[in-house]
């Protein structure tokens, strides 16, 4: 394994690859350079000496700016180094783009349920969601319910060890340690619909309350939910006096689809006259559907019905060396296949703009783009926060020390191809290609959008672990090293790690993640997260309580 690693000719930072030591003295090509501090792996240390003010430049981009003179050898760190970002401006630069050969790959199909409207999902879910927090009661009330007697729900683990623990005290225990070992769960009670994945019951705290236009954007996402291809229909419970209107979310419906047909299932509390009436309504319509949705079967599709949100969380300093560019070339395949990519959290694409502008297809894609990204960073000086403030302890500590230095690795999950839709917040992805998508970079507000939009597998990136999934959309975990793999066995899908040592190159894993995608997509294998029942959703609230 190499020690040290330079990402571009431009840059004027080599990264550590192991914990390096001051007064170590290291080589790299024909440069040989004597650390003038400690430099832990994942860091990076300076090539030459930078005065105060100078740019720290990685990626070939700049990440920063010296706050202090830093030493030849010297670590870079928050000490010395402050976030700064290249501006951008609107370009008529046009890229002549080779995308990767795909001719093996050209055949290949995943087994998925087609849909009316065209698109074909990797699962076949119903969805339960609420118009509204003040249903979420009842919304639970149906999960217990339906989960339970049809057998879709979750191995009892932490019930059984809970029903240990009160044996034991009960026969006069004191010890109630941990054992250590995994239990085993006690069988479910078998499954009745045999062709359905589940159903998956929404749960939030938006509605009422917030802006109208947070209300708003909450029927466009449940719309985007709705109309996924990962879902045959939906029940959906409304108080009738909030915000999120059923008339709204009609609207949105349609604006995703003219057409649409699938099953929608609409309980209005406030007109039903008793709970016990609405939800009993609900329960027999919701079963009634739910035999027909188990009649669907698994169908070849081109891999070109592939729509992949691209998210990165828990980020380190490998990110941007091994999974980010990894799942970047299979971006880049998929394009070229007629699929579709979605690269969102806009925070953390701060100081790669230019890129992005100059690799637009049309000047109105670029211009909305740089629109969206302006708007936003505005939002956020307002209330007196901004892009610079994005890395958590966490990146900082694993070797992402700016804002953009952490966009210019998190840059690279999007490929090299060219940027064919720009999408504001809740909007659905319909445009093939690499489509970018305005969210946040929180993790659960980023993939919940990601498959509001349409995405029907997620790749989820990670240095330091997360366990976040989604309730309709696979979310495959890859880690950006081989200890993470090991250590968090049971919430990591993929190791990226070898890209690290050496031991595979950026085009041989993202291939390999392409066809455990396919094995996913197919209904094949499930993700940890979907084994764990990770079925997080938060929608992004742009506005604030009123």
Known sequence: MNTLLQLDPRDNVLIALRDLRRGEQVTFGDQQYVLASDVSAKHKFATENLSLGAGVVMYGVLVGKAREPIARGEAITTRNTAHEAAPFRASSHSQTWKGPNVESWAGRTFLGYKRTDGQVGTRNYWLVVPLVFC??????????????????????????????????????????????????????????????????????????????????????????????????????????????????????????????????????????????????????????????????????????????????GGSDGFSGISANPAIGHLSDMLAQLGGRTILSEFPELCGVEQELIDRSVTPEVADRFMQLMRDYAARAKAVHSGFEMNP???????????????????????????????????????????????????????????????????????????????????????????????????????????????????????????????????????????????DDFIPWKRGVSL
């Open 135 to 312: 249903e979420n009661r009842n919304i639970d009330v149906l999960k217990q319910a339906f989960e339970e007697e049809l057998g879709f729900a979750p191995p009892k683990i932490y019930r059984q060890q809970v029903a240990d623990l009160v044996r034991r005290y009960r026969a006069g225990e004191t010890n109630f340690t941990a054992s250590g070992r995994e239990t085993n769960a006690a069988p479910s009670r078998s499954r009745v619909f045999e062709n359905i994945d589940g159903i998956k019951f929404l749960m939030h705290q938006g509605g009422c309350g917030g802006t109208r236009e947070d209300s708003n954007n909450l029927c466009g996402l449940i719309a985007g939910y709705i109309h996924h291809p990962n879902v045959a229909g939906a029940t959906v419970l409304s108080l009738g006096c909030q915000h999120s209107q059923i008339g709204i979310l009609r609207e949105e419906v349609k604006k995703r689809d003219p057409s649409f047909n699938k099953p929608l299932l609409m309980f209005e509390q406030q007109q039903s006259g008793s709970e016990l009436k609405m939800l009993s309504d609900a329960i027999s319509a919701t079963f009634r559907h739910l035999v027909e949705t188990n009649k669907a079967r698994r169908e070849p599709a081109h891999l070109s019905h592939l729509c992949i949100g691209l998210k990165c």
């Open 392 to 534: 958590s302890p966490g990146n900082i500590r694993d070797g992402l020390i700016t804002d953009a230095m952490k966009s210019a690795g998190a840059a690279r999950k999007g490929g090299t191809s060219p940027v064919t839709a720009v999408l504001d917040y809740p909007e659905y992805s319909s445009v093939a290609g690499l489509n970018l998508q305005c969210t946040p970079g929180s993790d659960v507000e980023c993939v919940t959008a990601q498959v509001g939009a349409g995405a029907n597998v997620v790749l989820f990136t990670t240095g330091l672990g997360t366990p976040t999934g989604n309730p309709i959309t696979p979310v495959v975990k890859i880690s950006t090293n081989t200890n993470l793999a090991q250590r968090m066995h049971d919430i990591i899908d993929i190791d990226a790690g070898p890209v690290v040592t050496g031991e595979q190159t950026i085009e041989q894993m993202g291939e390999s993640i392409l066809e455990k995608v396919i094995r996913i997509a197919s209904g094949e294998t499930r993700t940890k997260a979907e084994a764990l029942a990770q």
